[in-house]
């Protein structure tokens, strides 16, 4: 920020910019950045795999096992575990009980910026239920004699180790297998590792620092077409049913409408759209029930499918229908020798399918990152390839408690078509270190790639919110920021350092939680394939072939939005809901005064530019500037006199503004924009209202408040409305006769123009109508034109309204 800047306004906005950074990530390390001697290996460079993240340098201590380990004299046994020690940070594995020859098999990692010691030690130790544990061993390691090791390299073999005694001055009884090497956050042990950046976490928690990659579950649309059913009896022999049909799926409940006719052989054809999930754990559950009263329904028969038991479809030739036999309902295993009696049985008639043809929306279409068909047979080759460097973070405030003061245990979440990742949470800093580095292949380049911090308040020892988050109990993962990048803002083969600023909507207003530094590289293997991508639909053919409503996309996005949350809750360490819910923009759908502000000031300044080139041309009407408008003449006449050049000059005109708008182009990706957001001058009571509960939870008397400031911002869209409806019906009216003075004045003007303009040659009828159009003031009138005044007389459907 500008120091000499006195206005806190302008600070905040230089605050929340994007802006350049410039790690030393691997292609620029000098040598290689290593050192030459010392156990360091040297060369030009480490790898290419993670270029885009800056090198840290790790400790790995591989512990496989020890044999021949000495029993207590006491209890004639041994419970051995294994102690990592360096400096004052300290490791142990899991122990065994009676075993002398335990296996391990665990890695310690120690970060090399936090090393405070040039010895490594490894214990061997008894654990003893009472008191303390028993000296076993130990073995030494000069860190100046530790080998380095890269992948690709092959994983350094372990050897075995005599134990030595509590002075180092003599062997003991037993060995220990081992593996010290020196390497980088690229190591294949590093994701599964202990930590010493975590060394106070454990338990449970452990499992929930480490870094993972998760996979979307494969869904499917399920499209449930109810035909028809037969001999549908209901419980009351004395009427006809008044039938309709409940589907469920899983927690998704759909019916058909009623039958129109009171039959026991209704007729529907209506189709049930439902997301399922690979693997198929739900079954289709079809139960027809019988309006007895508005308020009570009857079940008349029954049937679960299980979902395996349909036909993917490909394409959109329709699948063949299946009858069902119904199961009575009532007869059920208690009744089951009475279904013999039954001479005949209800049935409904069904056409059911998993459509694979469409692509599954689990996300707002505005941020879309994967468009493919649920079928991997309808896939197309990559075009590209989305590299993410995950450096660090900057300036996170602290989101919790702990020990009295604040802290944050940050980490990184990045979604881009099926697959998650999460970087390893960093313990209690403000500036965590990730450098970690994720790939994906592109198969769109009009796609979104979505990262998110949070603060993980599963750790393990009771961290109570309570900082900048504001809010969230202890079970949930507080959001401290979101970013979004679209892939085809960023040139091909660049790589992007930049920080982005994370912004959070609170109650109090926006506020920047911190900064998030990335570096991202889109590489492209096809640009042929790229520019044929330009001219296709955005989603698989079938949405626009047999496309859904709106409504049903909302609820089906949802339905899917739910079903991954849900498996990927599952899975360890979970990704927990809050966190996908946050990611996939649960909430856009929501009511915000904010956002609607900020729409309605994107179509004006949408409308700026034809607003400005009106006011151009009417300057140039009214001559403010005489040699422009005279300018204007001469090319007017040119273009009447050449009139095939006015396509040509379009164009050109058009080839030459986007080639001087290159010199002014964007060099940064995309970010968050509060002015554009309208989240800097919003009202504190229109934020309350955004983050209220659905339904609300505020007293009655702001609801009024609120519901009437609805009513006045209603109103005055309504008038708009009913303005445009006007100028249309007006329009109408020109033939309709409605006003027959009007339309017979209407249609003696459009014979005479008709013969005019067959008479008279298009070159001069359109050089009159441009010249009297740029005529000089001199001639013109203050008063309305005479056809803004017919037509503003002519009638419209404004009368007959209440």
């Excluded at 020890?66 to 360096?86: F, M, N, Q, R």
């Excluded at 003991?172 to 010290?180: D, N, P, Q, S, Y």
């Excluded at 099926?418 to 580095?437: A, C, F, H, L, Y």
């Excluded at 006015?646 to 164009?651: G, S």
């Amino acid at each position: 920020m500008h120091q000499n800047n006195q206005q806190p306004i302008p600070n905040n906005q230089e605050d929340f910019k994007l802006k350049d950074t410039n790690p030393r990530l691997g292609e620029r390390w000098p040598n290689g950045g290593v050192r030459g001697g010392g156990g360091w290996m040297s060369g030009d460079k480490i790898t290419s795999t993670y270029d885009l993240v800056e090198q840290m340098y790790y400790l790995y201590v591989r512990v496989v096992k020890a044999k021949d380990l000495p029993t207590s004299a006491i209890t004639g046994s041994c419970d051995p575990y294994a102690e990592v020690k360096l400096g004052n940070y300290k490791g142990t594995t899991r122990h065994y009980e009676k075993k002398t020859h335990p296996e391990w098999n665990q890695v310690f990692a120690f970060s090399k910026e936090r090393i405070q010691s040039s010895v490594l030690e490894v214990f061997i130790k008894d654990k003893e239920m009472v008191g303390r544990d028993d000296y076993l061993g130990k073995v030494l390691f000069d860190l100046n004699e530790v080998p380095t090791r890269v992948p690709p390299d092959s994983p350094l073999a372990p050897q075995w180790y005599r134990l030595e005694d509590r002075r180092g001055e003599g062997k003991v009884r037993g060995e220990i297998m081992l593996a010290v090497w020196m390497g980088t956050q690229a190591d294949e042990a590093f994701p599964e590792a202990w930590n010493s950046d975590a060394a106070t976490v454990h338990g449970e928690g452990v499992f929930n620092i480490r870094s993972k990659v998760y996979v979307s579950p494969k869904l499917w649309y399920l499209r449930v077409n109810v035909i028809e059913a037969q001999d549908i009896q209901p419980n009351d022999r004395g009427r006809l049913p008044e039938v309709y049909v409940k589907a469920q799926v899983g927690t998704q409940i759909l019916k058909t409408k009623l039958c129109p006719t009171r039959t026991i052989n209704p007729l529907w054809n209506e189709d049930l759209v439902f997301v399922a999930a690979e693997p198929f754990e739900e079954k289709l559950v079809l139960t027809v029930e019988d309006r007895v009263h508005p308020s009570k329904d009857e079940v008349l028969g029954k049937i679960s499918l299980p979902l395996n038991l349909f036909e993917k479809r490909l394409d959109h030739r329709p699948v063949h229908t299946r009858w069902f036999n119904l199961e009575k309902f009532g007869f059920g295993v208690l009744e089951g020798d009475k279904r013999k009696e039954l001479k005949f049985s209800s049935r409904i008639h069904l056409r059911v399918c998993l459509e694979g043809a469409y692509h599954v929306l689990d996300e707002s279409t505005m941020y879309i990152s994967d468009q493919r068909p649920t079928s991997r047979q309808l896939w197309k080759q990559p075009i590209g390839i989305l590299e993410v460097g995950i450096l660090s973070a900057q300036g996170l405030l602290p989101m919790k408690m702990k020990d009295g003061r604040g802290a944050t245990d940050a980490y990184c979440v990045a979604k881009y078509g099926q697959k998650w990742v999460r970087t390893r949470t960093i313990i209690d800093s403000s500036g965590p270190k990730w450098n970690e580095q994720y790939t994906w292949e592109v198969y769109d380049p009009c796609t979104v790639i979505t990262l998110g911090v949070f603060d993980n308040c599963h750790l393990g020892h009771g961290d109570r919110p309570g900082g900048a988050g504001g809010g969230g109990g202890s079970g949930r993962d507080s959001r401290i920021g979101k970013v979004r990048i679209r892939l085809s803002t960023l040139e091909a083969d660049r790589i992007y350092t930049n920080s982005y600023p994370l912004l959070v909507l609170h109650p109090s207003g926006v506020k920047k939680m911190g900064e998030l530094q990335l570096a991202v590289r889109f590489t492209c293997l096809s640009l042929a394939n790229m520019i044929y991508l330009y001219g296709h639909p955005l989603l698989p053919k079938m949405h626009y072939l047999h496309p859904f409503t709106v409504n049903q996309l909302d609820s089906l996005r949802y339905q899917a939005m739910s079903i991954v949350a849900v498996r990927l809750g599952r899975a360890e360490p979970p990704l927990r809901k809050e966190v996908v819910e946050y990611m996939l923009d649960v909430d856009s759908h929501m009511w915000s005064m904010r956002r609607s502000k900020a729409n309605f000031f994107r179509i004006m300044s949408l409308l700026s530019g034809m607003i400005s080139v009106s006011r151009w041309f009417d300057d140039v009407c009214h001559w403010k500037n005489p040699i422009t408008s005279v300018l204007v003449h001469v090319l007017f006449l040119i273009l009447i006199w050449y009139p095939e050049l006015i396509l040509p000059t379009i164009f050109l005109y058009m080839f030459l503004i986007g080639l001087w708008n290159y010199r002014f182009r964007a060099r940064h990706p995309p970010h968050m924009d509060t002015r554009l957001s309208w989240a800097e001058a919003v009202h504190p009571d229109e934020l309350d209202e955004e983050f209220d509960t659905f339904p609300t939870s505020r007293p009655q008397d702001i609801v009024r408040m609120r519901y009437d400031r609805l009513r006045s911002v209603a109103g005055r869209i309504q008038t708009v409305v009913g303005d445009m409806a006007t100028q249309g019906e007006r329009f109408q009216s020109l033939l309709s006769w409605r006003d027959p003075r009007a339309t017979s004045l209407f249609i003696v003007f459009c014979l005479c123009a008709a013969i005019i303009l067959y008479v008279t040659p298009f070159k001069a009828l359109a050089l009159l109508v441009g010249l009297y159009m740029l005529r000089h003031p001199r001639f013109r009138s203050k008063m309305p034109s005479v056809p803004s005044n017919f037509f503003k007389r002519l009638p419209a459907r404004t009368d007959g309204m209440l």
